[in-house]
């Protein structure tokens, strides 16, 4: 994954982050803040104001990540990922609950099981779906063991929420999963 810095912004972007930031200061569990975040995307994700230009911005050899917002105090990071075709993360897992939402095309995303005994750890597929623009998706450790994938034949575009300080972190990424995928 490449990481461009900090992009400009749009009414309608300060607008999703200030449904967010309403969302996040609920201070539910990390399960319920990532529904309530969920519950809020869905009306800014297809509109075409929504992000300025330079987080449209792609690179040919991985995903792009452009980091939108860091809420002061880092209570949530807002960043878009960039896709081209056949662009896809590593299998990984988070530090905090995220909350994925389709801008623009569709996203694959395959979640796993970490499965096996010590010295056979292996990852079993337990669930995939494909994201189309206007979807939303989240969850919250653990069990979110997964890889998304741009999932058609043009550049796709996500917004992720995640309820950590990316600008501090860089990635919400805990762990990279390079096991065997098995059906069972």
């Known amino acids: ?20 930031r309403a969302a ?3 201070r539910e569990s990390p399960g319920r803040t990532a529904e309530l975040v969920a519950d809020a995307l869905p009306p800014f994700l297809t509109d075409p104001d929504l992000l300025p230009a330079s987080a449209l911005k792609a690179d040919p050899d991985a995903y792009t990540q452009h980091v939108l917002h860091v809420e002061p105090g880092g209570a ?8 081209l075709p056949g ?11 995220c909350v994925t939402g389709v801008h623009i095309g569709a996203e694959d995303e395959t979640r796993y099981a970490l499965a096996g005994p010590e010295g056979d750890r292996h990852l079993v597929p337990v669930g995939a779906t494909v994201n ?3 979807s939303t998706c989240g969850f919250a450790p653990p069990g979110d063991i997964h890889r998304v994938a741009n ?3 043009g550049p796709a575009v996500s917004i992720h929420v995640y309820g950590a300080d990316i600008g501090r972190l860089g990635s919400s990424v805990r762990r990279v999963y390079d096991l065997a995928i098995r059906d069972a």
């Open 151 to 153: 999932a058609g034949d």
């Open 132 to 134: 189309g623009a206007g």
């Open 24 to 26: 996040v200061n609920r």
């Open 87 to 97: 662009q896809c993360t590593p299998v990984h897992d988070h530090v905090a609950w």
């Open 1 to 20: 994954m490449s990481t461009a810095s900090r992009t400009a912004t749009t009414p309608r972007l300060d607008a999703l982050v200030g449904a967010v």
């Open 76 to 83: 949530f990071s807002v960043v878009a990922l960039v896709w």
